[in-house]
């Protein structure tokens, strides 16, 4: 209580207000949610004027953009729509983009000044769309101009989630899906790359003379949540490694800085393009030998891509805002040096800094456990 008087003393009482409004109509706390979603089912019993969906082989999927974000979750949202659509025997989904209304008193200060409305604009453009054509179970984008056409459009169509009305908002916990929920391997065919994408990796390697295992290495290096960001001493250390070691390491620069100079990696093949196009990064992190990561939002791709080999490094960095530590992962039963329970065994966590001895030791483990073969990347 003295908490919530604090902030309302900060704030002021109109803040209060609408982040009540706000509670209301997309509950934080489950026992509101529950009671909130009982009551909008008795509601929907009693009105008489309730509309009848459409009947479709198609189920339609909300991405509100008051409760979703503009980074790669989408490629969990996209996975999570997948297997909602299997479940209610439709041949896909499609999905409906609600644009944002939200109120700049209720949102996330230490974001937006790092990132701000220019730059989230982008990101809808060239990370949020893009990355709907790479799951196949995905069957088209609907981008509503206006918020009050979901309203109409929930009425009418089979939505999910089910409770979605345009006004009242719901969305599940990424990290319940994919800690506790997504339990085996093989639940889901995920994002996967395009054949003209694969194409054009397959063209970069041979125009570069690449002849050996590629190693790609994603660096975050961002104005925002900087205790995520790559150790750059520690990745070019291991880079040179890589490569007196007969490997072919590539570097995925972090779009933000993707002009800035190689940071110490002389020598070391770059594939910027990859920053800015996402067909292009997930054709070549299929391609690769191995693909590294920190802490960041490229790294979701590879999760949910089964096709993808990969290692997440420092999956509890200290002094994040973003962060899960290991209560949290406790939380959702997920114990410290496990895996993702629906990843296969060329894909892990490491929940060790990323420095070098660390990065080398989970790569040489990694080697040890799945010895490199020559592998054919199919583009036909």
Known sequence: ??????????????????????????PSKKPIEKIMDFLLRVKRRMSSRAAIAIEDD????????????LT???????????????????????VVIVPSSLDPDL?????????????????????????????????GVYVLPRRSDAIAFAKKHDVYPEMYDGVNLRKTDAS?????????????????????????????IHAKGIQSKIITITIRDSPFDPARNSDIKAWSSF?????????????????????????????INFFSECAWNIGLRMALYETAYL?????????TLAKVNPRC??????????????????????????????????????????FEPDTYENIKNEFDRFVKDNPPVNITVETE
């Open 1 to 26: 209580m003295n908490k919530i008087l604090k902030k309302i003393n900060d704030k002021g009482l109109l803040w209060f207000i609408k982040r009540i409004r706000q509670e209301l109509r997309k």
């Open 58 to 69: 198609l189920l339609y999927c909300m991405y509100d953009l008051n409760i979703y974000d």
């Open 72 to 94: 790669f979750i989408m490629a969990i949202r996209l996975v999570e729509f997948e297997m909602e659509a299997k479940n209610n025997n439709k041949k896909g989904f499609i």
């Open 107 to 139: 949102g996330w200060k230490e974001y937006d000044s790092k990132i701000d409305k220019y730059s989230k604009h982008w990101r809808f453009q060239n990370i949020v769309l893009p990355l709907t054509f790479l799951s196949p179970s995905c069957r």
């Open 176 to 204: 319940e899906l994919l800690h506790r929920k997504w339990d085996r391997p093989g639940l889901f065919e995920g994002l996967k790359a395009n054949k003209q994408g694969l194409r054009y990796v397959k063209d970069w």
């Open 239 to 267: 880079a040179r490694y890589l490569l007196e070691a007969g490997y072919s390491p590539v570097i995925i620069p972090d779009t933000d800085n993707a002009f800035c100079k190689n940071f110490g990696f002389e020598g």
């Open 291 to 299: 693909n590294f990561f920190a802490p960041n939002g490229p790294v």
């Open 309 to 350: 080999s990969y290692i997440a490094m420092n999956s509890t960095p200290k002094g994040a805002i973003i962060n899960m530590d290991e209560e949290a992962y406790r939380k959702y039963g997920h114990s410290i040096g496990e895996n993702f329970k629906f990843a296969n065994q060329r894909q892990r966590l490491c």
